[in-house]
T-cell receptor, first 112, second 113 residues
Framework: AQSVTQPDIHITVSEGASLELRCNYS??????LFWYVQSPGQGLQLLLK??????LVQGIKGFEAEFKRSQSSFNLRKPSVHWSDAAEYFC??????????FGTGTSLTVIP | EADIYQTPRYLVIGTGKKITLECSQT?????MYWYQQDPGMELHLIHY???????EKGDLSSESTVSRIRTEHFPLTLESARPSHTSQYLC????????????FGQGTRLTVV
């Protein structure tokens, strides 16, 4: 069965510090992987996606993620966090039938 | 910017009322989805559609129903609202095929009192 695990429920970082949000997936075939961001009271916005090819993918707002098949991971990174990055982040896997399975999310707090 | 719209954004309604949450997209996407989102939980797929006249139940049991009479419109209906239906409901759409992402509306925050 498909599943996504985001082990960190909440992360706090200082503005300007680097960030890594963890994501592990379980899927039998080649995964299609996504990171979304959700600001309070809003829907989900796509940050980046991995379908194939280069395992390091670049996204919007300076985010990047690296697909590691051996570790079943797709961690999100940003070298320098801005206060506006405070939000909820969701990792997702695209499965057969074009359904999407989401993790429970990681809430990011940025302190000045 | 994705063109998918949900109305209302916020709704407070009494127990036993019938409600319809609206979702429309202008991207011509074949596939549409309804997710239920509660704090600290993953998004749960409650309904999806592959196209006009196609509707399927998702992984999460839901007392709601959906219809897909037009490509752009995918409303969700609760015949008799209960406090357990209090949640955020997110509508999404995607193109047909494997390598596509989902585009989300801003959500409807439903409170049943």
């Amino acid at each position: 069965a498909q599943s996504v695990t985001q082990p960190d429920i909440h992360i706090t970082v200082s503005e300007g510090a680097s960030l890594e949000l963890r994501c592990n997936y379980s899927y039998g075939a080649t995964p299609y992987l996504f990171w979304y961001v959700q600001s309070p009271g809003q829907g989900l916005q796509l940050l980046l996606k991995y379908f194939s090819g280069d395992t390091l993918v670049q996204g919007i707002k300076g985010f990047e993620a690296e697909f590691k098949r051996s570790q079943s991971s797709f961690n999100l990174r940003k070298p320098s966090v801005h206060w506006s990055d405070a939000a909820e982040y969701f990792c997702a896997v695209g499965a057969s039938g074009n359904q999407f399975y989401f993790g429970t999310g990681t809430s990011l707090t940025v302190i000045p | 910017e994705a063109d998918i719209y949900q109305t209302p954004r916020y709704l407070v309604i009494g127990t036993g009322k019938k409600i319809t949450l609206e979702c429309s997209q202008t991207m011509g996407h074949d596939k549409m989805y309804w997710y239920q989102q509660d704090p600290g939980m993953e998004l749960h797929l409650i309904h999806y559609s592959y196209g006009v006249n196609s509707t399927e139940k998702g992984d999460l049991s839901s007392e709601s129903t959906v219809s897909r009479i037009r490509t752009e419109h995918f409303p969700l209906t609760l015949e008799s609202a209960r406090p357990s239906h209090t949640s955020q409901y997110l509508c999404a759409s995607s193109e047909r095929g494997w390598n596509t992402e989902a585009f989300f509306g801003q959500g409807t925050r439903l409170t049943v009192v």
